[in-house]
Structure formats: C-alpha cells, structure tokens
C-alpha cells in the first residue's frame, strides 16, 4: 500500500510540475525548439530548475543504503552508446517536436480530454505495441536440440 501511494503521490507531483511548467502545451513546447524561428526560451527555466532540484535530492537520496519502499536502488548499468540507443532517442526527439509532447505530458493531458491529445496517447502506445513485435520478431530464435526434453 506504501508503494502505491509513494508512486501515486510521485506520479501527482510529475503531473503538477509539468502542468505548471508548461510541458503540457505542445505549442509553447514546439516553440522552444523552433531555435531558428519564434523561440521561446522559457522551458529552458523550467529545465534548468529541474536540474537543479534533480542535482541536489539525487545526491541526497543516494546516500541511503537503499529507498524507502524497496531492497535496492534500481539504477541502469549500462554507459555504453549504440545504434538502438541514438536511434531511439532521434526517433523520441522527433516525435516531441512534430507533436509537442513527450509521454509523460501526454498522459497528463489526457485530463483535458482534447482530442489531439488523445490521438497522440493513442499512436504513441500503437508505436510502443509495434516496438514490441519488432523486437519480438528480431531476436534470434535458438534451434531446440533433438534430445531435449519436453517443457512442462
């Protein structure tokens, strides 16, 4: 039950801070990135403030032996850089600036019950369950040995 409110009250927190930064208007979030056009530099503000806020408490957190709720922190390994990775984030950045959203701001828009909104959420989770059958199908099968026995 502490974890569901812990993820609860987290997720409520995100959603207000991405509301009252602005992230949740794809019109001010394409407008940040129009660099050579009419760029608006205020999401600039709010992400420098993120950084700031993420610099301090990150430090702060990682020195408890683990977080409140679990055994360990679940932090990602892996440093190295390839094609999937750079792939993705290109595909990601495009994305945010043809629709103005990123997923989290999308799925906090779903409150305003705007259509936009909801074809983006819809076509966004279509590309997640397409993501999925491609990976399914790009993995390599390995050959059952004749002997094997049955699975149960």
């Not at 409140?68 to 984030?89: K, N």
């Not at 950045?93 to 409150?111: E, Q």
């Not at 390599?140 to 026995?149: F, G, I, K, L, T």
Request: charged letters at 10%; one cysteine or more; a positive charge.
């Amino acid at each position: 039950m502490n974890v569901l409110l812990a993820a609860f009250l987290s997720g409520a927190i995100f959603a207000c801070g991405l509301a009252v930064g602005g992230m949740t208007q794809p019109a001010k979030v394409t407008a940040f990135l129009d660099i050579a056009g009419n760029w608006d530099p205020s999401l600039a503000f709010v992400m420098m403030g993120a950084i700031m806020v993420h610099a301090v408490l990150y430090r702060a957190i990682r020195r408890r032996p683990s977080p409140l709720f679990a055994a360990a922190f679940a932090l990602p390994v892996r440093t190295d850089l390839d094609a999937r990775l750079i792939g993705g984030a290109a595909l990601f950045g495009v994305g945010w600036g043809l629709g103005g959203f990123c997923p989290g701001p999308a799925v906090t828009s779903l409150a305003s019950g705007r259509e936009p909104v909801l074809i983006f959420v819809i076509a966004m989770l279509a590309g997640m369950y397409l993501y999925r059958i491609v990976e399914r199908l790009s993995v390599p099968r390995s050959p059952v040995p004749q002997n094997a026995p049955a699975s149960a």
